[in-house]
């Protein structure tokens, strides 16, 4: 059974900076395309990033330049560095794991967690 279990979010002041981590447990990690998606009250669910085994990692435009994807294959964790951080990036944020080479479509992926809130106040 693959668990993915997300630590890290809280509650920051505009501008500040918070990282996530997602850890990942039951399958082989390295052979795992990772991502984050978030979502705010309301909204719909949105791709953030997402980390293959090989390659570039694309980054939504909506936090390019702000946000930083980086995997750890030694300790089967992705992480999501965020800096600059504003109240609209407030949202749940969740990390998610696929077995293919998955892009920003939220049904590519196979396993996800239970997220981690995320609050930027201003």
């Known amino acids: 059974q693959v668990q993915l279990v997300e630590t890290g979010g809280g509650l920051v002041q505009a501008g500040g900076s918070l990282r996530l981590s997602c850890a990942v447990s039951g399958r082989s990690f390295s052979a795992l395309a990772m991502a984050w998606f978030r979502q705010a009250p309301g909204k719909e669910r949105e791709f953030v990033g997402v980390?293959?085994?090989?390659?570039?990692?694309p980054i939504a435009d909506s936090v390019k330049g702000r946000f930083t994807m980086s995997r750890d294959n030694a300790k089967n964790t992705v992480y999501l560095q965020m800096t600059s951080l504003r109240p609209e990036d407030t949202a749940v944020y969740y990390c998610a794991a696929s077995k293919s080479w998955a892009q920003q479509d939220s049904s590519d992926y196979d396993y996800w967690g239970q997220g981690t809130q995320v609050t930027v106040s201003s």
């Open positions: 980390s293959r085994w090989i390659g570039a990692t």
